[in-house]
C-alpha cells in the first residue's frame, strides 16, 4: 500500500526520490521519447543511491501492533467524539472544511448542511480548502494530481463567489499544524459551526479526532464531519453475524438489495443559495485569496507536458459530467463485453473525478439510473449492471479501509505477507518503471501510466503482478510509484490493487485474451509497431535472434515460468512461519 500513515511516512523522501528519477524521465526527455522507451536524464549512480535507500527504509507498525490499531480503529475514534461535538449552539458564521475528495459544490453533503445551517442562523456561509505542500509530498501525490486538485479549487472558487461565498485557500506549512490552523481560521472569522466531509484514511482521521478533541474544549463551537464519498456508510454492510463484511461478492449482493429497497440512497442535494451581497465585503480578505503555486517538486517538467495532462483530463464538475455523459451515450452499451480490453478505451475515465471528489457518486448513479429506464442496478443494460459493480468495488475498498486500517499504514490486508523476503534487483526495478521489462503487454502499460498518468485496470494488475511476483520487487515500491504517477490515486483502490496473493498473471495470455490484435501493445510499443500476428506478444520467443535484435526492444529480464515458480516457492515458504 501507498506511504500513508505516521509510521511509514520517515522513508517517503527516499521512495518519492525513487519514483521521481522516472518521472523526470518523462519531463526531461519529453512524451514521444518516454513512450519509446529512450533512457532518462538521471545518472546509474543516481538511481542506485535513491534504489538503495528505498531497500534499506521500508517501514511500518509490527503486525501486533497493526491487529492493535484494527481492534481499535480511528473512525470509532472519531464516530465516538463527534456524538460530543455535534451541538446546538448559537449560530453565528459557519464554515465548510474542502478537502481533496469532495472539490465540488454540487450534491456535496457537507456544504449542503453548512449552507442549511448558515441559512437557518443568518450567518454567512464561509468555505476554506487547506493546502497543505508537505502532505503532498508525504503522500507522493503526482504532478498531475496535483496540478488537477489546483486547477478544480479555481473553478470551484469562482462558482462559489458568484454566489458571494468566500473558498479561503489556507497554507499549512507543517503537516503537524493542520488542525490548529483550523481553530485559528474559526476564531479569526467568529464561525460558530464547522463542517466537512469525511476521509476514512487513518491519518485524516485521527487529524479530525485531533480537531475534534480541541472542538470539544470550546463551548460556543460545533463540528460535524459528514459522510459523503459512497453511497452506503462504510462499516455498515454487515454480515449475518453482525461483523461487516469482508467479502466483495456478500457486500455486492447485499449494496444491490439495499440500494433497491431504499432507492434515496442515491437521492442528491442542491448546491448551495449563497449569501447576501453583503458577505463579500464583510469578508473581503477571504475572496482576495489566491491559488498557490505547486511545490517545485509537483510541478510538471515543461509547459508542453502540462498542457497535455490538462487536455486528457479537463479539470472541474463540468467536465466531469459531461465524461459521464459522453459514457453513457458512446460506451456504456459495449462495456460488460469491452471493459478489460485495453485497446478499445472502454472505460469512462472518471476516476480522476471520483477520487478528488469532482463528481459525486450519487449523481452519476442518478443520472446512470435515468438511462437505464428507472430500473434498479440488478436489471437492464448489461453494461450499465457491468460497470456500476465497479462502482461498488469503489465503495467495498473503502469499507475495508475503514475495518482494517493498517491497510493504509504501508501493510497489506493479509499480514503473513509483510513476512516475504523481497529481491533486491535494482536493475528490475529500472527496466519495469520504464517499460522496458522486454513483456510487451507490461511494457504497453508502464508507457501509458508514464505519459497519460493513467493506465487501464486490466494493465494496474498484470503490472503489479508482474513487479511483485516475477521480479520479486517489494510491492509497496510498485505502489508509490503508482502514487507518483497517476492522476486518479486513490488509496483503498490502489492498496486493494496492489494487494499480495498467490495470484500471478501471465502477461502473454493475457494479452492474446484483452489485446487479441496487439493494437494496444503497437500503440505504446512502437519499436514493436511492424512486428507481424501473434510474434508481438512475446517477440523475443516468436521471432528469430536477428529478427528480434533489429527491433532495438529488450530481451525479457526474468523467464516467467521460472520466476513465477520462484515466487509460489518464495511466498509458501515465508508465510508457512506466520501466525495464524
Known sequence: MLIHA???????STIRASSLAYRNFASTSGIMAQIAGKKHARSDSQTHDDYVQ???????????????????????????????????????NVLHWFRSKDIRQEDNKGLHAAAQKAKEGGGSLISMYLFSPKDMEWHGTSPARSDFILECLRILKSQLEEKNIPLAIITAEERGNKTDKVMQFAKENDISHIFANMEYEVDELRRDVDLAKKVQGQADLSLDVLHDQTVIVPGSLCTGAGGPHKVFTRYYNDWLAITKKKPNLIDTCPPPEGNDKSAKQAHQKLFDSTIPELPESKQFGSDKERDQIRKLWPAGNKAGMQRHADFLKHKIANYAANRSEAALDPSSRLSPYFSSGIVSVREILRNTQKFNGGKDFTSGDAGVVSWVREIV?????????????????????????????????????????????????????????NAEAYMHNRLRMNTASYLRANYLIDYRIGERYFAEHLIDWDLSNNTQGWEPSYTIFNPVIQAEKHDPNGDFIRKWVPELAGVKGKAVFMPSERLGKREFEKLGYPWPHVDFKESSARAKARYKQDLASAEP
Open 6 to 12: 505516521t509510521y511509514h511516512r520517515a522513508v517517503h
Open 54 to 92: 528505498v531497500q534499506n527504509q521500508l517501514k511500518h507498525p509490527s503486525t501486533k501492533r497493526a491487529k492493535q490499531i484494527d481492534a481499535d480503529p480511528p473512525y470509532d475514534q472519531l464516530e465516538a467524539i463527534l456524538k460530543k461535538t455535534r451541538r446546538n449552539v448559537k449560530t453565528r
Open 393 to 449: 468495488f469503489r465503495e467495498f475498498y473503502r469499507q475495508v479501509t475503514v475495518i482494517t486500517p493498517h491497510t493504509s499504514m504501508n501493510l497489506p490486508q493479509n499480514l503473513k505477507f509483510d513476512l516475504v523476503h523481497w529481491e533486491d534487483d535494482e536493475e528490475g526495478w529500472k527496466k519495469w518503471c520504464e517499460g522496458r521489462t522486454g513483456i510487451p503487454f507490461i511494457d504497453a502499460g508502464m508507457r501509458q501510466l
